[in-house]
């Protein structure tokens, strides 16, 4: 496994990657999802056609705040700068590879502009082919002040609270290839139907002034893309486009260009990940569990995992070895042999009652090389070994794998009586200060042959004592 979940590596193997960018620039590795903290203008960041789907909502220009990129300039520039990236994804985008841009259908501040048909027909003169434009209806009912000219038809002002999501292709709409699609009977039926309906996503729960609902590249992702395509949102904001499609077992690739939304992206991909692993392993424990006592072979487990996963979320199950895997590593499943586990319950009871399990014995036996940890005596000597708890149980020690020792039986007894032989050590120390004060040589010279005994067998070693013959 990989340590530590955010690892700084230089530009990875992916090979989409420009060789140009590779030297200057530092991606964070997410298994199968890159995230670049870059600029989408910038058309070396990437060789050319890498992307079968595009998911993605440029910044408005209607003067939201973003953290560091400006986000009200003149109208003019804001259409150049929207026909550059334009042109970058397009020169990204395969053959037969979508775009779903998600924007305005028009801007009311500053000026009325009729912001969706202006980029519809930048992205077209670019070279994208139009296909299609889902209505989305956001249900946004905030306060509305502006009406213009009130109860009057001298200027009033109307206001249609949706957006748009424009779809748009390279080359062919009909895809060259077959591939797996996961959507659904239902979901297909109703997806079809350009007009969609859901809430936006709160700017204050995720931190982003615009983050779009989770349900809008889920929905786009099904449709327009199979399984094991490449996705990507040259505009990351908070991550949400590479967070679903990582789900849904594509390859996701972002950018952002704001630092702190680039570490936010980051951070939602990771939990995100972790809070599936977490649930992926509940589902696997389940399967095991309604197996108990059974060796299950590898095949059988993953393929009713995948199927299962599929029903409950709508979503792939990835890399479920990994799940097992890690199941074995906590001592919840024996290893019977290559690619075949088996879930016994009493080994649970086991964990429950503070024992190790057979599993854990054998990894802690193996870290010790088999032999004592106080006398380094092993079964090779005849010796019987046992696995200890270094904190005992009695005193809050758990069952993991860093609280175990190999301990040989001599050293497990001595251990075992340590609370009682304590007081004893305590006691002769009392002893011998008394004998010394009084001056009594022969209660002095016992006692300091008791302690010595206990020197000698390294026994309650933190209890120091001194022997001042010595
Ligand atoms: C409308 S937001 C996207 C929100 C995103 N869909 C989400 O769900 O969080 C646009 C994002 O693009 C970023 N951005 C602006 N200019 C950029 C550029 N040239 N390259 C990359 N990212 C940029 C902004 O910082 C902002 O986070
Ligand atoms: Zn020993």
Known sequence: MRSGKTTLIKYAMSGIISKHKQDNLVVKELDATEVLFADSLDKKLFEKNFVDLTVTSPPYNVGIVYNSTGDDGDYEDYLKCTKKWLENVYYWTRHTGRLCLNIPLDKNKGGQKSVGADITTIAQKVGFSYHSTIIWNEQNISKRTAWGSWLSASAPYVIAPVELIVILYKGDWKKNRRGESDITKEEFMAWTNGLWTFNGESK????????????????CIKLFSYVGDTVFDPFLGSGTTVLVADNLGR???????????YNLSINRIEKN?????TSQKELLKEFFKNNSNRDINHPEVVDWAVEEWRKRK????????????????????????????????????????????????RIIKERYEYRCAVCGAGEEEGVEIHVDHIKPRERGGKSTLDNGQVLCSTHNNFKKHFKQTETG??????????????????????????????????INSQIEWKDDNK
């Open 425 to 458: 050590k305590r006691m002769f120390i009392a002893l011998y200060k008394i004998a010394k004060e009084n001056g009594d040589k022969h209660l002095q010279k016992f006692l300091t042959e008791v302690l010595g005994v206990y020197e000698k067998y390294n």
């Open 273 to 277: 990940k972790e809070a599936n692993m």
């Open 204 to 219: 204050k729960r995720i931190g982003h002034p615009a983050p779009f609902p989770k349900q809008l590249p889920l929905r």
């Open 314 to 361: 709508g979503e792939v199950f990835r890399d479920p070895d990994r799940g097992i895997r890690s199941l074995h590593q906590e001592g919840f499943l024996i290893k019977v042999s290559k690619g075949v586990y088996r879930y016994d319950p009493s080994l649970e009871e086991n964990i429950k009652f503070g024992n190790f399990t057979q599993e854990q014995k």
């Open 251 to 261: 390859k996701g690739v972002g950018v952002e260009i704001d630092e702190t939304y």
